[in-house]
């Protein structure tokens, strides 16, 4: 690649594009251009691009927003995939007289003299394109004078284009798959490929066309309007045959004639090994193609006869407990699901259909009569087209369930109604809109359900990310099955030293090399971040890797299960309601963000994995029906849990570096709630005004638990007291007297981290620790200390958790810390992000002076321990509060008062 690029100024409008956006950026990074990347999604979406900012000060990044400048003295804007045609922004770049292209149409003005293969159509262009692919690829190490390197691009996923420029040559060939949006840059800019392939011409995108077909069919047949001599053009009878009164001469429009390929056209005893007629038209216009190149047809038969597809276009995955599984995510259209069907038509009867969701402006009648025909239940994902289908179809009893919100939640409904010789079908035939991230994202899950079928018989687990205090408690549920359990964690804490003295493996360093083959099953933390080497390394073996939140959700499919949620409290809450319910008799199951100080009579010693005691645990595997679960919201993770009973403790505002505002928060705390059904229960307190939109309406059992008189703790504060109030509610809806609930809560003491007395030193200083980091959380603490000692002063040692956090609520947690009397802040734990200059503890500081002029920035802690003698006396009372490793603070003081 020549300097054709050096000192450019280019604005890449959409970082996504599957990682396209990223990879064009590093590309022009490297050849001396000034990027502006902008995209509407959050920063947080886009990790390594943040990444590659911090190390390239030519890229700017702009999240959230477009903005009209950044269109504006530009060399090139790169244009995002499905931008609105009367987008203002383009039409600003246009107005300054600024090339707007796709990364396809700038490779093909700078590639060298290579041949490009131009592959679109409705349906069918993504197999044709690898058929294509795999015929060149043969035909290259195989004909004499034709050896030549042969590249994917255009719509393949994960594929960039603008790198090729630095390894693609003369006479290499380049075969694209190239959909409207990326030819509507062609046509711009007059360019079409030496050879096109048109597969078919259906309705389709018509919310992004406005319905209008013409201007539809005028984006697609760019792909051969600016052919020249010598170019080749190859489209199916279908293309042909189009029609439309309101464009003249179609037929006509290229100067090329085309080569017209039927059904009939691939030679009757050429055996495919993917099924339906569609893929031998799709198998003919690749041997069309082969045949204008004049590659023979052994060379093409045998690439097509060992084709094995591709994912996502009816693939079929496998049997398992005699049930098939296909994955046609691909199929956007009716026209994509009918074929799949007919190509099943000997499962005509058998086929279990996942499909819907949203409409891109499509007809549903002809999908009807198919699915009458083929498919005895169709499950639909919730959705404008799912409306449209159901409309169709009335009550004619093949739909099983509708409305549905997750692919979990899909999948598991299928196989519910499958048995054996039956087959599993995702095939959509509509938009993935509003639930899924796109089509592949769609059936990647599919794909992962299908994988978690495979989870309950694994041997050996490795946890990344294990001293998590939610995914310990798996990793101790997977030793008491007996399982071989391993890990990694940053640092050793309590956590990990428990699990280790159970049996487990704690490795304390994150190395690729401790993946190895024979471990069935990798579960990682949602902290841990995709580059994470041992995630890598467990894809490239190929290895069942599944979240935290994925493995919970299996779990508590298993039990009936009591999901905690809430911004403050539901640690507290969870470990009320195991007392409340081991008391009862009633053995549960329980997960919780803590370690219990209360005992399960029944478990035994906590020195055998197999009968480990709730002191000290997260975990108490109960012999009950039961599991109850603290259920967090961040990233929306609890939306996988399939609960029974729902406890929401608060709604307040937190997780800013994930959610919008107050009203994306609790619009998820909605969605939760709405997962319960008509024997369910939701306990809150519809007194608090933040639940008000979200008990609502709901086909749940609604349980005030604002009407449970306070009961008498030992442990303090008016937030456990509330704590309290939702625990006896929660019992009473499972079967629990009030009294009874009220009697176990009266000897409660609390749990790890939670205004847990840590001793006291002989100067009469008491210390406690909490877990507090947000405002809510530290001004309950505070007050909790205050109720215990009246007359005695209170410091904390403040760890802020999250430079997003501390910067969003810098002002929201100084005055929470300015209840205390004195506060000392450390510097900020990071834990899942990367560093953030614009933000200090000492900002913090200052800000706690504005309020009550007691706050210090700390230095070394350690340091701080061997001098506390000389800060505090016997009227203090020491706090360490934080979501890090602060409590290691308090544990060395009262070492150093020995």
Request: net charge neutral; glycine share 10%; proline share 3%.
């Amino acid at each position: 690649m020549d300097d054709s690029f050096l000192g450019k100024r280019f604005t890449i409008m959409g970082m996504d594009g599957g990682g396209r956006g990223l990879k064009d950026a590093r590309f022009l990074l490297l050849h001396g251009v000034e990027v502006i990347g902008t995209d509407l999604r959050k920063a947080e979406e886009f990790p390594e691009a943040v990444a590659l900012a911090k190390q390239h000060k030519n890229l700017r990044l702009v999240f959230g927003e477009h903005r009209l400048t950044d269109f504006q003295n530009r060399d090139f804007i790169i244009r995002a995939a499905k931008t609105p045609i009367d987008s203002p922004y383009l039409a600003e770049a246009r107005k300054n007289n600024i090339p707007v292209v796709s990364d396809e149409t700038l490779f093909l003005t700078y590639a060298p003299q290579v041949l490009t293969v131009g592959v679109t159509g409705t349906r069918g262009k993504t197999t044709v394109t690898y058929m294509i692919h795999e015929i060149l690829k043969i035909a290259s190490g195989t004909q004499v004078g034709t050896v030549c390197r042969v590249y994917l691009g255009g719509n393949v996923q994960d594929t960039a284009m603008l790198p090729l420029l630095d390894k693609i040559k003369d006479g290499d060939y380049l075969v694209m798959e190239l959909d409207s949006w990326k030819l509507q840059s062609f046509a711009e800019n007059k360019i079409s490929p030496n050879i096109a392939v048109f597969t078919t011409f259906y309705r389709d995108h018509m919310d992004y066309y406005n319905g209008d077909m013409d201007r539809y069919w005028l984006d697609k047949s760019a792909i051969f309007v600016n052919q020249k001599k010598g170019d080749r053009l190859i489209v199916s009878s279908q293309v042909k045959n189009y029609r439309s009164p309101c464009l003249i001469g179609r037929q006509a429009i290229s100067t090329v004639s085309p080569m017209v390929v039927g059904t009939e056209y691939l030679p009757i005893d050429w055996k495919l090994k993917i099924l339906g007629d569609h893929n031998r038209l799709n198998a003919g216009l690749a041997l069309a193609m082969a045949r204008s190149l004049d590659i023979p047809d052994e060379i093409s038969r045998k690439a097509l006869e060992s084709f094995n597809g591709v994912p996502g276009r009816l693939e079929y995955l496998g049997e398992k407990n005699g049930v098939k599984y296909f994955n046609d995510t691909a199929s956007t259209s009716p026209e994509g699901t009918i074929a799949g069907l007919n190509a099943l038509k000997d499962y005509r009867g058998k086929i279990i259909l996942i499909g819907g969701g949203s409409d891109k402006g499509f007809e549903y009648g002809k999908y009807a009569d198919e699915v009458k025909q083929y498919v005895r239940s169709l499950i639909l994902f919730r959705g404008s087209a799912s409306d449209k289908i159901l409309k169709i179809l009335g009550d004619d009893g093949v739909v099983v369930d509708k409305n549905i919100g997750s692919m979990s939640e899909a999948f598991s409904l299928a196989q519910s109604v499958a048995g054996s010789g039956d087959v599993i079908l995702l095939s959509p035939g509509a938009a993935s809109f509003g639930i899924f991230k796109n089509e592949y994202d769609r059936g990647a899950q599919f794909n992962r359900r299908l994988n978690l079928l495979g989870h309950q018989t694994a041997r050996k687990i490795y946890f990344v990310g294990i001293g998590g205090i939610g995914i310990s408690a798996i990793a101790r549920m997977m030793l008491l099955d007996g399982k071989t359990v391993s890990g990694t964690d940053a640092s050793e804490s309590p956590v990990t030293e428990e699990l280790a003295k159970l049996g487990a493996k704690i490795n304390i360093e994150h190395r690729a090399g401790n993946i190895t083959e024979d471990i069935n099953l990798v579960v990682y933390s949602i902290a841990v971040t995709p580059s994470n080497p041992e995630l890598v390394r467990a894809r490239e073996l190929g290895l069942l890797v599944m979240s935290y939140p994925e493995i919970l959700a299996e779990v508590t499919k298993n039990y009936f299960t009591v999901a905690v949620s809430g911004t403050h409290g539901k640690t507290t809450t969870t470990a009320m309601i195991a007392k409340i319910l081991i008391d009862a008799g009633l053995d549960p199951t329980v997960i919780v963000g803590s370690l219990l100080h209360e005992r399960n009579p029944s478990m035994g010693s906590t020195s055998s994995p197999q009968a480990p005691s709730g002191r000290g645990t997260n975990f108490i595997a109960g012999k009950g029906k039961i599991l109850v679960l603290e259920a967090d919201e961040y990233r929306r993770t609890f939306m996988k849990i399939t609960p029974r009973l729902v406890v929401i403790t608060n709604i307040d505002v937190d997780h800013l570096d994930y959610y919008k505002d107050l009203d994306d928060i609790k619009s998820v705390f909605r969605s939760f709630a709405l997962k319960l059904g008509s024997e369910d229960h939701l306990v809150c307190d519809i007194g608090q005004k933040n639940l008000f939109d979200v008990y609502g309406g709901l086909d749940c059992k609604v349980l005030n638990y604002g009407e449970i008189c306070r009961p008498d703790l030992i442990v303090p504060g008016e937030h456990n007291r509330d704590n309290a109030r939702a625990a006896i509610a929660t019992a009473i809806a499972l079967g629990v007297s009030e009294d009874n609930a009220r009697k176990s809560l009266e000897t409660f003491s609390g749990t790890w981290r939670r205004l847990e007395k840590k001793g006291s030193l002989v100067s009469g200083v008491i210390i406690y620790d909490d877990y507090a980091h947000n405002p809510g959380k530290i001004k309950a603490a505070i007050a909790g200390l205050r109720e215990l000692y009246p007359d005695k002063k209170i410091t904390v040692v403040f760890m802020p958790h999250l430079f997003s956090r501390t910067k969003i609520l810098l002002h929201e947690l100084a005055e929470s810390l300015s209840g205390a009397d004195r506060v000392y802040v450390t510097d900020i734990y990071a834990a899942r992000e990367l560093s953030d200059p614009t933000i200090h503890a000492r900002d913090l500081v200052d800000a706690i002076n504005v309020k009550q002029g007691l706050g210090e920035y700390l230095g070394d802690l350690n340091d701080f321990a061997e001098k506390i003698k000389t800060r505090l006396s016997g009227e203090d009372v020491l706090v360490t509060m934080g979501a890090g490793d602060i409590y290691k603070l308090g544990e060395k003081i009262l070492k150093f008062d020995l």
